[in-house]
């Protein structure tokens, strides 16, 4: 289980250097780096769209996924663990001036997705609870210690916090992968992109001020994924 544990470690290492260099780092940089990695994130959601097999599948997940969501406050839940954690650790973490724990709570919850969520991530654990390969996980590693990096510029060291529910989601897919990688066909794999690619796009949304889509909430999509392809084979081909 290699993988997961570089993940993590690349996420809180980033935090840690990108709060250091927070001071060092000019206001305009701080400001301009956030909108362009949002861009970069509707860019790979896009990527990850197009690669759609069956559209109703994608929009039946999404659809049921988000109101599975909606229904349990998923994102209220983690927005409320979030100022909970940020409380309990503003005397060693406080948060960076300026900073409202109300915004603090929304980039934090955008961030568990980006990286507990990402499609790159999910194949990734699985992959390596099938064969061992950690490759995909090394890739990821790197993607999401830049990526720490630049956020904990903004939002302080606290962001590390994500790699617990990032590392919590790799192992569970990791010991759940040889009874579930077996049923990833193309066709579920290219549905599961294309929601896995909505999400990312609203994360990139989200990041940029310019909706605020609760992304907590889609996450059940994915897990919806995999029999609703099937269904929809069987009945419709």
């Not at 509707?42 to 039946?60: F, T």
């Not at 209220?76 to 603090?104: H, M």
């Not at 969520?117 to 999401?144: C, H, R």
Request: glycine residues 10%.
């Amino acid at each position: 289980m290699i993988g997961p544990i570089l993940n993590s470690a690349a996420i809180v290492t980033g935090a840690l250097i990108g709060a250091a260099l927070a001071k060092r780092i000019p206001k305009r940089l701080q400001e301009g780096l956030p909108p362009t990695f949002a861009l970069a994130s509707i860019a790979i959601g896009i990527s990850m769209i197009v690669k759609e097999h069956n559209l109703p599948v994608v929009v039946m997940s999404l659809i049921f996924g988000t109101a599975i969501g909606e229904l349990f406050y998923f994102e209220r839940s983690v927005s409320a663990g979030a100022n909970f954690i940020q409380r309990k650790l503003d005397r060693f973490i406080p948060l960076p001036r300026g900073l409202t724990r109300d915004e603090y709570a929304k980039q934090f919850t955008a961030l568990i997705v980006l990286f507990g969520a990402s499609g790159l991530g999910v194949i990734g654990a699985m992959t390596e609870g099938v064969n061992g390969n950690y490759q995909l996980l090394l890739v990821k590693a790197m993607m999401d210690f830049v990526t720490a990096v630049i956020f904990a510029i903004g939002l302080g060291a606290g962001i590390g916090l994500t790699a617990v529910v990032q590392f919590a989601v790799q192992l569970g897919l990791f010991m759940l992968a040889k009874p579930i990688m077996p049923l990833m066909d193309d066709i579920v794999f290219a549905d599961f992109s294309a929601v896995g690619g909505i999400i990312m796009v609203a994360v990139g949304l989200r990041i940029a001020k310019i909706m605020h889509f609760s992304v907590v909430n889609f996450l059940p999509a994915l897990f919806l994924v995999l029999p609703f392809s099937y269904l929809w084979r069987h009945f419709f081909g």
